[in-house]
């Protein structure tokens, strides 16, 4: 029998005018190599946060609109 991980799927939705929510506990590797696991990261969608890759509310401030 296999002792492979089940892996569970993420469910990705759109914020209007916000950020990504990943619903789920996904791993995430920054550019410098480092990996880290979340649970339910708010991804940002516009461009503007201060902490990529996650929403700061920055979204708000300048008006995103997508
Ligand atoms: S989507 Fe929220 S800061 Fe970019």
């Given at each position: 029998?296999?002792?492979?991980?089940?892996?569970?799927?993420?469910?990705?939705?759109?914020?209007k005018d916000g950020p990504y929510l990943v619903e789920g506990v996904v791993n995430i590797t920054t550019v410098d190599g480092e990996t880290k696991e979340y649970t339910n990261p708010h991804l940002c969608r516009c461009g503007g946060s201060s902490n990529k890759p996650f929403c700061d509310g920055t979204h708000k401030k300048i008006g995103f609109k997508g």
């Open positions: 029998m296999s002792q492979e991980a089940k892996k569970e799927a993420v469910t990705i939705k759109l914020f």
